[in-house]
């Protein structure tokens, strides 16, 4: 104190307080450039996680193991994919479960399933899909190239093959509303190779509004100027939507009626007959359809394109998947016995999950 | 005095400007426990591509500032939104007291251990991490021996020891697991709520071989009641009664609990179904198991639905992937409309 003249005391009290401001500033700011800094280092695509993770392939996947483990190789895999058997959990007399809600949704919100597949996948694919998850549709019909009455099967007059899945979709379609329109309140469609949750299906759609032209699944931003919705994550297209469908779908210059891609031409179909894309995420903005398999969005590892196409950031991890998700894709069917028991069987004894409100309201 | 009075003033401002940035971002970096990161990996780490392997030091930086961001987004694990009633569970949680112990090395502690304990582990009572190396930020306890499988009968030995003698008041029940096993404590302890800690007694995964009572697969995690560590602590570093180091892990502590008295338990629930599992739970579903699996389960070597009970304890040879994909399964995703009732799976008293 004794370095400054006495006429600067009162400036220097004012100093002081402009010193502690300026360095709380300085503070502010660089607490501000911290959290820019490192989530800019670790923010997404981050190349650290995804170069020390197991990689996703499962050649790679069995090298990077211990030597331990590897028992169970790619062909090992392939070879029980081949044999397997539907497994029943028969054990519905221990369980508790009050199903109530369930239940008054399955039959205020019936919904039409329709499965892509082919001859030879029923054996292998098909018949899982029944086993599992599409049982719980209201109806359930497996769409094919060639009619199977033991399966069974609807044979649609489309040769096999990625070229003619537009048509098959737009047959598939086609048949349903000239023969189940009244079966159901809302029709999804699905691949042999997609896990649906039908209990979350139906507490969303219990949002929506069945005579609105609306269709909801996995938004894709590019081709279509409104989006469309990825074929493997499966779509479900409001009554209205398959009313004007219906009436319009068979027209060359509205929808095209085969060739490029099954579910971008299925896209622009849509938009042109003013059916439009709906929201489907939930009340924290987390992904309800999804277009690749569980363990992928929750680690990330998505190809590139992804990231041009999805609509609602590509994001990844946990937080990115609603606790009441619909869809997954590219599920093997050995994945969907599992599904079957981590969502149905497999709990943490004493942890009762209550219901949560994750709707959002009226999609617009 | 002030030659130039403006940019002095200036100099000034901009000087404690500075210092509170600089404080801000020592501050940040002393809470993570940890220092600069070298220019030069930066420039590596956004060429992602070409990254290949990673110095562990950078991969601990980047686990520190994945921890910062974390805390900054308070994300991940907290889910406040959840209306879940776990008062069973929670009331569990403080009667059955369960200590965690985690066999890992210092090449999988950023990887696998990490991935333990930011999943399952923190249900534990007590969590401790076992390594041949002691490290403090981590934490790891440095059990003096080498890596590799030549030692991990040693490392269990001393790890349990440790454990007799700085532990034992702070659990009910001792659990060893690798870090690639995943465990559902609320399991765990379901079933142990229905077992005596002053028995001689532990469970786990029953191999029928090679050890005349059997024993426990070591990966798929084996519990010891409080007995059963109070004679492992009086005697277990006796050469004649359990071997010190060599072998396989799993059978020589069996072998080792037989000497002691202490009786192989049954954990399977009242279908007759596992709860312990020294694979996968896609590998017991589907049944790909190798041949060697068939001498050695004590269960018949199940598969699909009588193989998993729905209160399953544990699995083994999970990736940190895996553990990721498991907690979602779990404890998030879940049917709308199906609320799942408490099971009565326990077996009855002494079976």
């Not at chain 2, 001393?158 to 697991?177: G, L, P, T, V």
Request: proline share 4%.
């Amino acid at each position: 104190m004794t370095r400054f003249p006495s006429y600067r005391d009162p400036i220097l009290f004012g100093k002081m307080q402009s010193n502690t401001l300026n360095f709380v500033f300085g503070l502010t700011i660089g607490l501000v450039f911290a959290y820019v800094g490192i989530s800019y280092m670790t923010g997404p695509p981050t190349p650290w996680p995804t170069q020390m993770r197991y990689v996703a392939t499962e050649d790679q996947e069995t090298k990077l193991r211990s030597p331990l483990r590897s028992f169970l190789t790619h062909e090992d895999l392939e070879k029980i994919r081949a044999i397997v058997q539907p497994i029943e959990f028969m054990d519905a007399h221990v369980h508790n479960d009050d199903d109530k809600e369930a239940r008054r949704l399955e039959k205020e919100i019936r919904v039409l399933c329709w499965v892509m597949t082919s001859p030879e996948n029923l054996e292998s694919k098909a018949k899982h899909v029944r086993s599992t998850w599409a049982r719980r549709c209201n109806k359930l019909l497996f769409i094919s190239s060639v009619t199977n009455k033991t399966f069974p099967a609807i044979g649609i007059d489309v040769p096999e093959g990625r070229d003619h899945l537009t048509a098959k979709t737009m047959k598939a379609f086609k048949y349903i509303y000239e023969h189940h329109m009244d079966d159901a309140d809302w029709f999804m469609k699905a691949d042999d190779d997609t896990y649906v949750i039908l209990e979350n299906l139906r507490y969303f759609l219990s949002s929506q509004n069945t005579n609105e032209p609306i269709y909801f699944g996995h938004h894709f931003k590019t081709i279509v100027k409104q989006g469309y919705f990825s074929g493997g994550a499966g779509y479900v297209l409001s009554k209205e939507s398959m009313r004007r469908f219906g009436a319009h779908g068979s027209n060359e210059t509205v929808c095209r009626q085969d060739g490029g891609a099954e579910d971008a031409e299925f896209g622009k179909c849509m938009e042109n007959l003013g059916v439009k894309v709906g929201n489907s995420t939930d009340k924290l903005g987390r992904s309800r359809f999804h277009c690749f398999d569980p363990d992928t969005h929750l680690m990330g590892g998505y190809p590139d394109w992804y990231y041009q196409y999805d609509a609602h950031g590509a994001k990844k991890g946990r937080e990115s998947i609603s606790d009441y998700a619909i869809s997954f894709h590219y599920v093997p069917v050995d994945k969907m016995y599992a599904m079957e028991f981590y969502i149905y069987h497999l709990r943490p004894y004493g942890i009762e999950s209550g219901k949560q409100e994750l709707n959002q309201g009226r999609s617009s | 005095m002030d030659l130039h009075p403006q940019s002095g003033k200036m100099t000034r401002t901009k000087t404690r400007f500075m210092f509170g940035l600089i404080f801000a971002y020592v501050a940040i970096s002393y809470m993570t426990g940890h220092l600069t990161p070298r220019p030069t990996l930066m420039r590596s780490l956004k060429n992602g591509n070409q990254e290949t392997q990673l110095s562990s030091e950078w991969r601990s930086f980047l686990t520190h500032l994945e921890t910062i961001r974390a805390l900054l987004r308070f994300d991940e694990f907290t889910d406040a939104h959840l209306k879940n009633e776990d008062d069973e569970a929670r009331r569990l949680e403080s009667e059955v007291r369960v200590l965690c112990w985690i066999m890992t090395s210092p090449k999988n502690l950023d990887s696998r251990a990490t991935a333990v304990r930011r999943t399952w582990a923190r249900r534990c009572n007590k969590l401790l991490f076992i390594s041949s190396v002691t490290n403090e930020t981590f934490p790891t306890i440095g059990i003096e021996l080498p890596e590799g499988r030549d030692h991990l009968t040693g490392k269990t030995i001393k790890a349990f020891k440790y454990i007799y003698e700085h532990h034992i008041d702070d659990a009910d029940w001792f659990m060893k697991a690798d870090d690639d096993t995943y465990v559902i404590l609320e399991n765990l302890r379901y079933f142990l709520s229905g077992q005596n800690s002053n028995e001689p007694i532990f469970f786990g995964h029953h191999f029928k071989t090679i050890v005349k009572q059997g024993y426990f697969s070591g990966g798929a995690g084996y519990v010891l009641s409080k007995e059963a560590l109070r004679r492992f602590g009086a005697k277990g570093n006796d050469e004649t009664i359990c071997r010190q180091d060599g072998g396989a892990e799993d059978a020589e502590f069996g072998k080792c609990m037989e000497t002691l008295g202490v009786k192989v338990g049954n954990s399977t629930d009242k279908l007759g179904r596992n709860r312990f599992h020294c694979f996968d739970p896609d590998t017991h579903l589907m049944g790909g198991y190798p041949d060697w699996y068939y001498q050695y389960d004590a269960n018949g070597a199940k598969k699909g639905r009588d193989s998993i009970s729905d209160y399953t304890i544990s699995f083994h040879y999970v990736t940190p992937e895996k553990m990721n994909a498991l907690e979602f399964y779990i404890y998030h995703l879940r049917p709308y409309g199906l609320k799942s009732g408490k099971q009565e799976l326990n077996q009855d008293w002494g079976s």
